[in-house]
């Protein structure tokens, strides 16, 4: 039986050019903790995500995923290049960007429609549109229920949508997620998987989206990036072809497809000879 081959684009390491529905460019980043003589985390990534994408970046630990999400909220200045969003050079974090971690980290005083008003507070919004805003977000991820229960009364997978909630509130228009469900059970994690889909769907954010989970790559995204480590390096950019725009699939029909079966071998054993 012929085994199909992926169809991989190689990365170019060019720098790279806006277009009108781009969102973020990174354009020849480095970076390089200290001692500055040190071999850099990152080198010279150049890197265009677009509206409505949906992008997971795969690799071996300590390739610079996490440092790669910290340039492109602003926590990090890169040591060398720029990053634009939205046209302009971003250096610090901003309501642009929003970022959901591996743990919630909820405010344990307050009420999940509490948490999720937080950041809007703090952008000056006024209470009846916070209000109807958290009212909102909580609906589209399934927590309407759960408005006026503290943190402490909810399921691990509950809080993550109650934090992915609270990062939509602030109205970015980049979500970066680190990792969201890497701490959840396998049930937990599918059915969270499915949130996130149907949240892009509803939202068209672009989404950049770290794991280390080959099959979540394959079921969420619509692009694929790996990474390469020492130093890291985007070595692989490439359309999803199980993804399709037209066409929603189930996971257990995904999973069921030869053609997933192939690039799952194909993506593990290139992620495992870095
Ligand atoms: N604040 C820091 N100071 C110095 N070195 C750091 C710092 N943060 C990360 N590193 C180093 O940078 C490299 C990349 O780390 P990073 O966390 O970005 O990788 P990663 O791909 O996200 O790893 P993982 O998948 O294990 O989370 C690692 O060697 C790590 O030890």
């Known amino acids: 039986m012929m085994i199909a081959t992926p169809t991989f684009t190689s990365h170019h390491s060019e720098p790279v050019h806006a277009n009108r529905s781009t969102q973020i460019i990174v354009d020849q980043v480095s970076l390089t903790y200290r001692p500055a003589w040190e071999e850099p985390v990152l080198d010279q990534i150049n890197l265009e ?20 999400l910290h340039i492109l909220a602003g926590y990090i200045p890169p040591t060398r290049g720029t990053v634009r969003i939205n046209g302009k050079e971003h250096k610090a974090p901003n309501s642009s960007v929003g970022v959901v971690f591996q743990h919630a980290n909820l405010f344990p005083w307050l009420s999940i429609a509490g948490n999720v008003e937080f950041g809007m507070k703090m952008k000056g919004i006024p209470k009846p549109l916070r209000k109807e805003k958290a009212a909102h977000y909580l609906q589209l991820v399934g927590l309407q229920e759960a408005a006026s229960k503290l943190p402490h009364q909810l399921s691990g997978g509950m809080k993550q949508r109650a934090a992915i909630a609270r990062t939509l509130a602030t109205d970015p228009s980049i979500v970066l997620m680190d990792e969201p469900f890497s701490a959840l059970d396998a049930l937990t994690r599918e059915s969270m998987q499915i949130h996130v889909r149907e949240l892009w769907a509803k939202t068209q954010k672009c989404i950049m989206f770290i794991t280390h989970d080959v099959d979540e790559a394959l079921l969420l995204s619509s692009r694929i990036l790996i990474m390469h480590a020492r130093p890291g390096r985007i070595v692989q950019d490439f359309r999803n072809p199980l993804y399709s725009e037209n ?13 997933f079966l192939e690039l799952r071998e194909s993506l593990l054993s290139h992620i495992a000879s870095v």
């Open 247 to 259: 066409k929603a699939r189930n996971f257990n029909e995904l999973r069921a497809d030869r053609q």
């Open 49 to 68: 995500l677009e509206q409505s994408e949906l992008v997971c970046v795969l690799g071996p630990s300590g390739c610079g995923k996490t440092s790669l």
